[in-house]
T-cell receptor, first 112, second 113 residues
Framework: DTAVSQTPKYLVTQMGNDKSIKCEQN?????MYWYKQDSKKFLKIMFS???????INETVPNRFSPKSPDKAHLNLHINSLELGDSAVYFC???????????FGSGTRLTVV | AQSVTQLGSHVSVSEGALVLLRCNYS??????LFWYVQYPNQGLQLLLK??????LVKGINGFEAEFKKSETSFHLTKPSAHMSDAAEYFC???????????FGTGTRLQVFP
């Protein structure tokens, strides 16, 4: 069983469309995150949720909306996609900071 | 605020040579420090971490790192590089509240036969 799984792995879509990325973790962790990795491989946090409560919303355009139906799931919905949204989006989870994060395998989003 | 600087965006070594990837951090409190590895088209995998205690930490695949408070460094080393070590390596520091990992810009390791 994959610890942190994301779907889809690849997503190609046109500008202006709305898309969602799903994330699930089976580790029993309380906190989940979304990170964006740009074309230069730079990783930046977007959101975090702790037990379904939004903790971090890091200056992300409000076209991006996370949703956590339960502590095992954190989905990312993106409205009106723009070319600049093209990136790899990683979901992660953790129980305690000292243990580090467990990352999913990423979703490569390409907006054309 | 916490931050991480990785010196050298690209490092090339021969197979069997020493690997040294540099990481310096800035933190106003005792840091938690991490090294992650990313293989092509994959997610990030935790290599090793420093929280408290022994300053020399050992990780997976023969990697180790030493926390040096006086130098604010957490360099990653491996005595003998293997072709399979070719990947992107990220150093990260924990920010405490709110809890998040802050990553360096990454170092791409190439290993030549």
């Amino acid at each position: 069983d994959t610890a942190v799984s994301q779907t889809p792995k690849y997503l190609v879509t046109q500008m202006g469309n709305d898309k969602s990325i799903k994330c699930e973790q089976n580790l029993g962790h309380d906190t989940m995150y979304w990170y964006k990795q740009d074309s230069k491989k730079f990783l930046k946090i977007m959101f975090s949720y702790n037990n379904k409560e939004l903790i971090i919303n890091e200056t992300v355009p409000n076209r991006f909306s996370p949703k956590s139906p339960d502590k095992a799931h954190l989905n990312l919905h993106i409205n009106s996609l723009e070319l600049g949204d093209s990136a790899v989006y990683f979901c992660a989870s953790s129980q305690e900071q000292a243990y580090g994060y467990t990352f999913g395998s990423g979703t490569r989003l390409t907006v054309v | 605020a916490q931050s991480v600087t990785q010196l050298g965006s690209h490092v090339s070594v021969s197979e069997g040579a020493l690997v040294l990837l540099r990481c310096n951090y800035s933190s106003s409190v005792p840091p938690y420090l991490f090294w992650y590895v990313q293989y092509p088209n994959q997610g990030l995998q935790l290599l090793l971490k420093y929280t408290t205690g022994a300053t020399l930490v050992k990780g997976i695949n023969g990697f180790e790192a030493e926390f040096k408070k006086s130098e604010t460094s957490f360099h990653l080393t491996k005595p003998s590089a293997h072709m399979s070590d070719a990947a992107e390596y990220f150093c990260a520091v924990s920010d405490y509240y709110p809890d998040k990992l802050i990553f360096g810009t990454g170092t791409r390791l190439q290993v030549f036969p």
